[in-house]
């Protein structure tokens, strides 16, 4: 059965830094574009950066800019979110999500992981 599995997430003091992974078990993550989202309490899920498949064309939103990086390891069917500088209102549920340019075919969310940044 295809699945994402994100994990790296946790409590951290604001500044400080985690990394997040996306494992794709199932399915070979290089066919998908794969974005990171994350939710706040009662918030909407919001788009926090895309990378293409081939990791060549990465956007991130306005809110993330310059201190979040997502990269990928195809060979090991692994995508990561790195960051850095958190801040408080970085605070949410983390999710990854794969899709493929083919209308129609299986896109796949993660679980979630939570990321909380407190003193």
């Known amino acids: 059965q295809a699945q994402l599995v994100e994990s790296g997430g946790g409590l951290v003091q604001p500044g400080g830094s985690l990394t997040l992974s996306c494992a794709a078990s199932?399915?070979?993550?290089?066919?998908?574009?794969v974005m990171w989202y994350r939710q706040a309490p009662g918030q909407e899920r919001d788009l926090v950066a895309t990378?293409?498949?081939?990791?060549?064309?990465?956007n991130y939103a306005d809110s993330v800019k310059g201190r979040f990086t997502t990269s990928r390891d195809n060979a090991k069917n692994t995508v990561f979110l790195q960051m850095n500088s958190l801040k408080p209102e970085d605070t949410a549920v983390y999710y990854c999500?794969?899709?493929?340019?083919?209308?129609?075919?299986?896109?796949?969310w993660g679980q979630g992981t939570q990321v909380t940044v407190s003193s």
């Open positions: 990378i293409s498949r081939a990791g060549n064309i990465i």
């Open positions: 199932g399915l070979t993550l290089s066919d998908y574009a």
């Open positions: 999500h794969a899709e493929r340019p083919v209308p129609g075919t299986p896109t796949y």
